[in-house]
């Protein structure tokens, strides 16, 4: 017969045989049962931790999460600080550059004697009455 192994009837439980108690000698027992109390009282005695351990246990963890988390956010907000301040100077650096670079360009389109250094250095001109001496 097929059934549901999760499904509980009592019809199904009262249709099989009582199992039987098998007693076994047990040394707990046999030491003294007026000195160590019955078995669920040994049970209780060997496996409870009182409540205030397992909420200490559960602040400390917690504590320790929120220590990690502060941690690992002061670092990398350290790191993104650095990484502003790198960029900020290398903005300030290409603002320079570019400044020069358009005082540059004005030079060059308002004064004679800078447009004819650039033609004579860059170009490598010169007058039509100069003589040109290579030199190696």
């Known amino acids: 017969m097929a059934a549901n192994p999760i499904w509980n009837d009592a019809r199904l439980a009262a249709q099989r045989p009582a199992a039987r108690v098998l007693t076994l000698p047990s ?51 350290g790191s993104a600080e650095r990484k502003f301040d790198e960029m900020n100077t290398d903005v300030q ?21 800078a447009i004819e250094a650039a033609a004579r250095t860059r170009l490598n001109m010169v007058r039509s009455n100069e003589v040109v001496v290579p030199l190696e």
């Open 27 to 77: 040394p707990v027992l046999e030491a003294g049962v007026e000195t160590l109390g019955t078995r669920t009282k040994i049970r209780r005695r060997d496996l409870s931790i009182p409540s205030w351990v397992v909420f200490c246990m559960i602040m400390l963890a917690t504590f320790a999460v929120c220590v990690t988390v502060t941690m690992r956010t002061y670092a990398e907000r």
């Open 93 to 113: 650096k290409i603002h320079q550059a570019n400044l020069s670079l358009r005082r540059d360009i004005e030079r060059l389109h308002k004064d004679p004697w």
